[in-house]
């Protein structure tokens, strides 16, 4: 793979914005996604993930704002740009009267001499040598999908942008899809996947970043997001009443409820001095901890929490 | 699925050793594989000369007093007549799928996404269409030169400039069909519609404003009226419905080649794929 551009970022977006007529369907993007990870590009439908990647790759004009894909500007450098971005937009299309190996044909025709190369090495990747040569018009949507690709290797790509990639794939071929994803960024490309699949992109991803009504409302690594701004902590001591007692009598406590991990503490603000605090408080009581941690939540629990509070705002 | 970087060591195809530019052969590919369009301009370029040759000499055959031979000028003519009426209808097959043949299968979203210059998608298009069209025209164009001069008989045959000249405005305005039909489909985005309307205008409604001689000189902007300006004066009797002279034919059939062609560029570079 030839890496180009010695940017951190593989994608950078300034107030990167599109409108329909009236209607903003990107508002003001900033995001930065980080070399040689998997990156999810999360939202609802209809939040403008497609309409993004669509002025990424070229495929429409942006109405306001400055793009950069692997270090170069875009639409000024997009062919240079592009020869190392392989993508799946939406559903991948082919000529269904030409086979999988002749669609591949087609596309290698238009980037460098060297991908035409690549075509067996493609298919075999995705699991399609045996049927490369039927017309694509025979071919399953799985199939379809792993055309697709192997059809967007072909450029060796630094960076894969794979828009909803599981639609309409069963369980199976999900988590074939998966293992292909994470293969990728083993061999150190980055993909950039779209989706409004919550649980695909925490189970895909190292990064993320969450998109609402045009606008990307929290960028982070999956990690971070699933604690990050949480107020809330677990906390499991030898002697449960006693240590709710002192909760409940604490200033930086809102609220504290037994559960069956211990008990669940939220706190008026995200403060280490409040932490530091009521553990110290715990201890002096003379109740043993067995568990202090801020409490996990899953990126769906996060999604709801940030959008809600968006659709209050609004 | 298996995650195992496959390296393949994958000898280069003819395609690419070929003297086509690859952008060429891919457009070329993409046409010869649509079997119901290769058997299309088969059946309306091929077949009728080879049926209308066979017919010819079966009634000679059958009855020489009352029919003549089968070749000569004479039936070279008719049989160009025809010929060239059918070779537009299959350039305007052609240039319909060319032109919206990425944009029906939704490809056209797949080649911009490679970086690859618009423009240069849609400059490739012309070549290979005009390379998929002309050998079948020709093929059809052979067998009634062949046929005119084998079969002619006791009747005049045709010089070999004449054939060649028949030849040349043969593959001209099966040519310019296509290009017209190849820049409407760029604009359109659809074939069929496309079809409908670059048949109606060359086939039915510009030959009917061709005899309207109340038009005057507007009919000088027809393309009919230029191509028949061009076409060999022995190969059809009498003059041409339109007079013009061949500099204002040229500069009519330019037009006509240079606008679609222009406006279906400049489309394909502008919409949103």
Redesign the interface.
């Known amino acids: 793979m030839n890496m180009q551009g010695s940017s951190g970022f593989v994608v950078e977006t300034s107030g990167l914005t599109k409108r329909f007529g009236d209607r903003v369907a990107v508002d003001n993007v900033e995001l930065r996604v980080p070399r040689g990870s998997a990156f999810g590009y999360l939202g609802p439908n209809g939040a403008g993930k497609t309409t993004l990647i669509?002025m990424l790759?070229?495929?429409?004009q942006a109405t306001g704002g400055t793009m950069r894909l692997l270090g170069r500007p875009v639409p000024d450098e997009?062919?240079?740009?592009?020869?190392r971005?392989g993508?799946i937009?939406e559903?991948?299309?082919?000529?269904?009267?030409?086979t999988g190996r002749?669609?591949l044909?087609?596309?290698?025709?238009?980037?460098e001499?060297e991908a035409?190369?690549?075509?067996?090495?493609a298919l075999?990747?995705?699991?399609l040598s045996q049927r490369a040569d039927e017309r694509v018009k025979r071919y399953s949507l799985g199939m379809r999908q792993?055309l697709g690709v192997a059809?967007s290797l072909l450029?060796d790509p630094e960076l894969l942008i794979l828009d909803e990639p599981t639609n309409g794939l069963d369980p199976a071929g999900i988590h074939?899809?998966r293992?292909?994803i994470?293969?990728f960024v083993?061999?150190g490309r980055t993909v950039l996947l779209s989706s409004h699949l919550l649980d695909e992109v925490e189970k895909i991803c190292d990064e993320v970043a969450i998109v609402d009504r045009g606008q990307v409302v929290v960028q982070g690594s999956i990690a971070d997001l699933a604690t990050g701004g949480e107020r809330t902590i677990l906390i499991a001591t030898s002697d449960e009443e006693q240590a709710l007692t002192i909760l409940s009598e604490h200033r930086g406590v809102e609220s504290a409820a037994t559960e069956s991990m211990g008990i669940r503490v939220t706190l008026t603000a995200n403060s280490t001095e409040a932490q530091d605090d009521i553990s110290r408080r715990l201890v002096l009581a003379g109740l043993a901890i067995r568990r202090f941690e801020p409490a996990r939540v899953s990126l769906e629990q996060r999604f709801l929490e940030i959008t809600s509070r968006l659709e209050e705002a609004a | 699925?298996?995650?195992?970087?496959?390296?393949?060591t994958?000898p280069?195809?003819r395609?690419?050793r070929s003297w086509r530019p690859?952008?060429v052969?891919?457009e070329f590919?993409?046409l010869r594989?649509?079997?119901g369009l290769l058997i299309s301009v088969f059946a309306l370029t091929v077949l009728p000369m080879i049926i209308g040759y066979t017919v010819l000499l079966t009634l000679h055959a059958a009855n020489p007093g009352k029919h003549g031979p089968a070749g000569g000028l004479k039936n070279l003519s008719g049989s160009m007549d025809m010929l060239s009426t059918l070779s537009i209808v299959a350039g305007i097959l052609v240039g319909a799928t060319l032109g919206a043949?990425d944009l029906g299968?939704?490809?056209f979203?797949?080649?911009?996404?490679?970086?690859?210059?618009r423009l240069a998608?849609f400059a490739a298009r012309v070549p290979a269409g005009l390379g998929f069209l002309l050998p079948i025209v020709g093929a059809g164009f052979a067998i009634t030169a062949t046929g005119s001069i084998v079969f002619a008989g006791s009747l005049e045959a045709p010089s070999a400039s004449l054939l060649v000249g028949s030849a040349a405005w043969l593959g001209l305005v099966a040519s310019l069909a296509l290009v017209l039909a190849l820049g409407v489909s760029s604009v359109l985005g659809s074939r069929g519609t496309t079809i409908g309307i670059v048949f109606g205008w060359q086939i039915v409604a510009a030959p009917v404003l061709l005899q309207i001689r109340a038009l005057g000189s507007l009919r000088d902007g027809l393309l009919g009226a230029a191509t028949d300006r061009l076409a060999p004066a022995a190969l059809f009797e009498g003059s041409p419905n339109v007079k013009m002279s061949l500099a204002a034919a040229v500069l009519v059939i330019a037009m006509w080649t240079i606008v679609p062609v222009a406006v279906g560029a400049w489309r394909t570079c502008t919409r949103?794929?």
């Open positions: 669509r790759l070229g495929l429409t997009r062919a240079v740009a592009l020869a971005v993508a937009v559903e991948p299309r082919f000529h269904k009267h030409l002749e669609n044909t087609v596309i290698a025709a238009a980037r001499p035409h190369d690549r075509i067996d090495g075999a990747r995705v699991g792993r059809r450029a074939e899809f293992d292909m994470r293969g083993a061999e | 699925m298996s995650t195992t970087t496959v390296t393949a994958v280069r195809t395609a690419q690859r952008l052969s891919a590919l993409k594989k649509r079997r043949g299968s939704g490809v979203r797949e080649l911009v996404v490679t970086g690859r210059s998608l949103d794929a």
